[in-house]
């Protein structure tokens, strides 16, 4: 038998996949969310490893990942076309505001012959680096992942998230110290949480990882024999699986606090749509409806508990102040002046900040590197050319997790964490409607991640977590 055809984990390099993946997303953590080019390099070079080695090593993809991975790659290449240079009458017929944006923009195009797509092609280049790294990032971890690994991974994510709660709450109590106490990011600290320069995106980090945790929560709720009795149920929280389940509150109750404490209103708003998610979709039925019921207090719990500390009047002050919603319909209108403009083509992926330079009509008193809003940005960035191949495989995705989610397969525990993965994802989608998260290089491996956790296929030889 050939090492590609053994059951997952079999193969060599299976012991160092989940130190160097939790060594790679604290990393991007830690390191103010990757935004730098010194912490994004390593980041993407470590992600560029796994997937190699996935590749090399791992076994055969899980079932649908594979169309999943072939959009994904039809993405970079419609990418890819925005770079490729077309002479000014190809450019003038495809998208003719190119033409009028160029001639503006670059002092230097009238006397090209030649241009890409993309106004600006350094920014459309640096995407496209990304965007295929991420690709063979989830294509070799899809071939790495297993039942076990994943559960380690799962603990690795929580305590990191802990540590990442712990940093934005002692920061946030110092009254906006600089990050570390030291760095000052440009435009100050004010928006900063924790060792993120933007609440936003560490809260858009937060979700994510709480809606994988509140998937393990479950899984450890999860027993096989019934507890119908206060002793009986004194007892198993004293066992070993008990334990983990005081451990794994205290994670989540910390996350949500920080997530509160960040004052981050798409997410709170995003983390409540997991929470509701995790509530009404986690909770089997049978002989472990009791102890669900359990872990439902328990959420409401901390949930109250994060809210009260933080103070319900902030809260309620921060979701009543109009102004940032203002400031994003201004954006989104402007935004979709650009799509208007550059239907087909776009603009090139990741030249929002160029073209905002020429449609920003609000907001006059700063200008708005983004949309705020991704899914418009994809529209105006990529126009159809990108955006029908994404559409394809947002779809393809949805697909395979719902298979999985909908999966006879044995094995409860690990289902209870696919789940988790895929009301993370479904936290981040929510918050990308007000939001950029995903733009950050830690989110964006933490989200392809879950991605590669929700769409993996229990073998029969694992199909449950281990303890």
């Given at each position: 038998?050939t ?16 130190p ?5 997303l ?5 390191a ?8 994004w ?8 490893l796994i997937?190699?080695?996935?590749l090399m ?5 899980s079932?649908?990942?594979?169309l999943v991975?072939?959009?994904w ?12 240079p077309?002479?000014r009458?190809?450019?003038q017929?495809t ?16 006397a090209q012959?030649?241009?890409?797509v ?5 920014l459309?280049t640096t995407?496209l ?5 991420l ?19 799962t603990k690795?994510?929580?305590?990191i998230?802990?540590l990442l709660?712990l940093?934005?709450?002692v920061?946030?109590?110092s009254?906006q110290?600089p ?5 000052h ?7 900063a ?5 933007n609440r936003n995106?560490?809260?858009?980090w937060?979700?994510?990882s709480?809606?994988l ?6 899984a ?5 024999q019934p507890v119908r ?5 004194l007892?198993?929280l004293?066992?070993r699986?008990?334990a983990r389940?005081i451990?794994t509150t ?7 606090l920080a997530?509160t404490?960040?004052?981050s ?5 995003s983390?409540?749509v997991v ?9 089997p039925?049978g ?7 359990f ?6 719990s901390l ?8 103070g319900?009047d902030?809260l309620?002050?921060r979701?009543?102040?109009p102004d ?10 402007d ?9 087909l ?6 030249t929002?900040?160029v073209?905002a ?9 700063s ?8 899914y418009?940005q ?9 955006t ?10 949805i697909?395979?997790v ?14 209870a964490?696919?789940?988790g993965?895929a009301?993370?994802?479904?936290g981040?989608a ?6 950029f998260s ?6 964006a491996l933490?989200?392809?991640t879950l991605?590669?956790?929700a ?11 281990q303890a």
């Amino acid at each position: 038998m050939t090492q590609r055809n053994q059951p997952r984990g079999g193969f060599p390099l299976s012991g160092f996949t989940v130190p160097i993946l939790t060594a790679l997303l604290t990393w991007g953590a830690f390191a103010f969310a990757g935004v730098y080019s010194w912490a994004w390099q390593p980041l993407l070079a470590g992600a560029g490893l796994i997937g190699i080695s996935g590749l090399m090593f791992g076994r055969r993809h899980s079932k649908g990942v594979e169309l999943v991975l072939a959009l994904w790659a039809l993405c970079v290449i419609c990418i890819g076309v925005q770079l490729l240079p077309v002479s000014r009458s190809i450019l003038q017929a495809t998208s003719p505001a190119t033409m009028r944006l160029l001639s503006e923009y670059s002092l230097s195009f009238a006397a090209q012959t030649h241009h890409a797509v993309s106004v600006e092609p350094d920014l459309t280049t640096t995407t496209l680096i990304f965007v295929s790294v991420l690709l063979l990032f989830l294509a070799g971890l899809d071939r790495l992942l297993s039942s076990v690994l994943i559960e380690r991974l799962t603990k690795s994510i929580l305590v990191i998230g802990v540590l990442l709660a712990l940093v934005g709450i002692v920061q946030r109590a110092s009254l906006q110290s600089p990050i570390y106490g030291f760095w000052h990011p440009e435009g100050g600290t004010l928006n900063a949480f924790g060792p993120f320069i933007n609440r936003n995106h560490f809260a858009g980090w937060m979700v994510m990882s709480c809606g994988l945790g509140l998937g393990y929560f479950h899984a450890l709720l999860a027993e096989k024999q019934p507890v119908r009795t206060w002793h009986a149920r004194l007892v198993w929280l004293g066992s070993r699986d008990g334990a983990r389940v005081i451990m794994t509150t205290f994670a989540l109750g910390m996350m949500m606090l920080a997530t509160t404490w960040s004052i981050s209103r798409s997410g709170v708003a995003s983390l409540m749509v997991v929470i509701v998610g995790s509530m009404l979709f986690g909770r089997p039925t049978g002989s472990r409806s009791s102890r669900m019921r359990f872990g439902t207090a328990m959420i409401i719990s901390l949930v109250l508990f994060a809210a009260l500390w933080r103070g319900l009047d902030v809260l309620a002050d921060r979701f009543t102040t109009p102004d940032s919603l203002i400031t994003r319909l201004a954006a989104w209108q402007d935004t979709w002046s650009i799509i208007r403009d550059f239907p087909l083509t776009g603009t090139g992926m990741n030249t929002y900040t160029v073209a905002a330079l020429f449609y920003q009509r609000g907001n006059e008193d700063s200008h708005l590197a983004e949309a705020h809003n991704d899914y418009l940005q994809l529209l105006s960035d990529g126009g159809l050319l990108v955006t029908i191949p994404v559409l394809f495989t947002i779809i393809a995705v949805i697909r395979v997790v719902r298979t999985r989610w909908t999966s006879l397969t044995p094995g409860v525990r690990i289902r209870a964490v696919q789940r988790g993965a895929a009301l993370g994802l479904l936290g981040i989608a929510v918050q990308e409607m007000a939001e950029f998260s995903l733009q950050k290089p830690a989110n964006a491996l933490l989200f392809v991640t879950l991605l590669a956790i929700a769409m993996y296929e229990p073998g029969r030889s694992n199909s449950a977590l281990q303890a």
